[in-house]
């Protein structure tokens, strides 16, 4: 009788022991990561789109980019990435070239903003263009942006300009402004 309550015992521990929950921990930039859905508009210094600015290079509506961290999981830079969707030299031919975002970038957790000053870019390059160096200067707004359902979402406002932008500044523009709202998952916004 010792024997079956022992292992009666020891078999209720084990149960009990293994219907824990463990916690999982999310990234250090948890509260700035995320998928989103963005327009892309060539805009003067003021940031106000220039004539023909809106979706300049015709890409005709919104595009995914994802902000997430690094590989350090560091709570002090991210990944902004367009997933290779701005690359000009591919939508017209080798003459132009990629705009692609790859680049890290520093991030303020406290005023969610993020940044950064010619860092490398990591995107796809086209023809005999490397992706070009970008400056990135922008903000993730809490509640800001409402998905096509009405129902609110976090909002992504961010200015980007290339180092040696060969369209710069004989078409009028002095930067480009990405803005969108996150990504719901829900195909009713899409």
């Known amino acids: 009788m010792k024997k079956v309550l022992y292992f009666a015992a020891l078999l209720l521990s ?3 022991t293994s219907c824990e929950k463990e916690e999982i921990g999310g990234t250090a930039v948890e509260s700035m990561a995320g998928k989103w859905y963005v327009t892309i508009d060539a805009v003067d210094e003021a940031g106000t789109p220039i004539d023909g600015g809106e979706d300049y290079f015709g890409l005709e509506g919104p595009v995914f980019l994802l902000t997430y961290n690094t590989t350090a999981n560091s709570s002090t830079e991210m990944w902004v990435d367009d997933l290779g969707q701005f690359n000009v030299g591919a939508m017209y031919n080798a003459n132009y070239p990629s705009y692609c975002i790859k680049a890290k970038v ?25 992706a070009m160096p970008v400056t990135i200067d922008g903000k993730i707004l809490k509640g800001a942006g409402h998905q096509k359902n009405g129902s609110v979402a976090d909002s992504i406002v961010f200015f980007v300009s290339y180092k040696d932008d060969p369209w710069y500044p004989d078409d009028g523009y002095a930067k480009y402004k990405v803005s969108g709202i996150r990504y719901s998952g829900l195909e009713e916004n899409d």
């Open 14 to 16: 084990t149960a009990l």
């Open 106 to 130: 520093s991030v303020d957790q406290s005023d969610l903003t993020f940044k950064s000053n010619e860092a490398p870019n990591y995107g796809d390059g086209w023809g005999d263009y490397e």
